[in-house]
């Protein structure tokens, strides 16, 4: 991994951007999708809307964390409006990095956490 796809100083993601990182993950996905792949994730605990999801897209779009794909499905299959979303290289070194920090803050509050049953 080069410099350039190691993920820089920035503030703290949402919590939406990191639930778009995860929910586009190594797919192509549109708007849509990835709002549906966020509530399966959650079990449905998580439900955003479009105007959360679309500004947190451009948001990741300027940050480079995410890129619009190229390529489109078959306009008999699909839509041809909609716009389909990937992660970058930096994208997915910063998804990869914030599942590591998370992972690790879960196994900090494991111990105690299951005693609370």
Do not use: C, F
């Amino acid at each position: 991994m080069t410099t350039a796809d190691q993920p820089r100083a920035t503030p703290p993601l949402s919590r939406t951007a990191i639930h778009v990182l995860l929910a586009i993950g190594p797919e192509e996905r549109h708007g849509y999708a990835i709002m549906s792949e966020i509530s399966r994730m959650t079990d449905g605990a998580v439900r955003l809307g479009p105007g959360g999801i679309y500004t947190t897209i451009r948001k990741l779009l300027d940050d480079g964390l995410i890129e619009e794909s190229d390529e489109r499905p078959d306009t008999e299959l699909d839509d041809a409006r909609r716009r389909y979303y990937r992660l970058s290289s930096l994208g997915r070194a910063v998804a990869a990095s914030e599942v590591r920090r998370l992972n690790t803050l879960v196994e900090a509050a494991r111990p105690w956490a299951l005693e609370a049953r």
